[in-house]
């Protein structure tokens, strides 16, 4: 067993980040998990996917796994449904595609997300108008602590917006091995949600299908986000706050431009990006393109903060902080983070 002691981080998280970790391995399988966690039974550990939805902020004392698992299965399927099991492993993104190139429906407009299957439910990802929890049939884990099998169905994730009993109850308790897909043979187009019929026609786009819905989601995403490649950073910061209807329309009376979208239970929610861009530290009058050190806040989604080259992670955690606050003293609506700081 070949073991990487003072590893350094920095290619294994999309904001770049040189975290080192004190232990540091790759798994590929159940076993060779097991192995590991027997190994480092006395240290904590820490389950990375493609390290997309994380801000290390300081060296991890531990041992990081990094979830190699792969594997895309068809597990069995009906008259409507195909089920196919997948890897933890394996890239959300080119398991998309695998989809698409199958004609199982349901997932194209998750595409372009970053990041691993196994990570997929942990936030219940979502863009699109589409979330995770729509397709998603099951997902077996393994307990850290007991080394024992768990099989969670929809109702045991709790899923919410952003959101699953992974990021509350169960955080860093449980690596996921495996997760399964409940796909439509039969496609429920989704295009109502943000520019994509605008795309589709100017895709010239005649008869619709997944793979040109998948497209024009790839095309609007290239050209809105910024790739972590180019510019470090893992998407959106912060979740879109939710608000009663009351504090919704109090905030609209002071500001009519507010941009909020209302939500089938009488809640509303606000577009954190809008309240971020009326903000700003003191010597500025927006947060929108802010830049402190290697620090920022991207200059088109303020939603997204960046790190220019060598921002440490505690740079990055203090400018969210810094924003956090000043939103809450303008509209008295506290943001909540959506990436996970470790
Ligand atoms: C440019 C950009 C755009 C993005 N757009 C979106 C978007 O549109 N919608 C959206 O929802 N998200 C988006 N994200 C966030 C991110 O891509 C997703 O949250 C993704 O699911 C994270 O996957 P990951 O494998 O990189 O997870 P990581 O960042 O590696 O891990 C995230 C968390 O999950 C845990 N984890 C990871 N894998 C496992 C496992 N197998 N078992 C147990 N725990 C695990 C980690 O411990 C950590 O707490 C975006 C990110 C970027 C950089």
Redesign the pocket.
Known sequence: MEIHENFSLKHYN?FSIDAKARFFNEFSSKEELEEYLMFYAEYPI?????????LFTEDYSGAVLK?SIKGIELQHEDSDYVYVKVG?GEN?HEFVLHCINHNWAGVENLSL????V???P??N???YGVELDEVFWSLEALHIGERRIHTFTPVDCEFGY?DSV?KNRYK?D???LSVTFQLKKRPVFHTSYGAITEELEKMGVKELSIKAISQAVINIRSSK?PD?KTIP????FFKNPEVPAEKYEELRSKFQDIVAYPLAKGTVKLAAGWLIEQCGPPEAVTWKGYRKGDAGCHAKQALVLVNYGNAEGEEIYDLSEKILLSVNEKFGVMLEREV?IV
């Not at 820490?46 to 994380?54: A, E, H, P, R, Y």
């Not at 950073?233 to 959106?236: E, F, I, L, Q, W």
């Open positions: 999309t820490f389950i990375l996917g493609g390290g997309s939805n994380i979830n933890a959300w997300i970053p990041g691993n196994g990570a997929s942990i936030q990802i979502g863009a952003r992974f860093n449980f690596a996921i986000l972590p950073n893992a998407g959106s996970n």
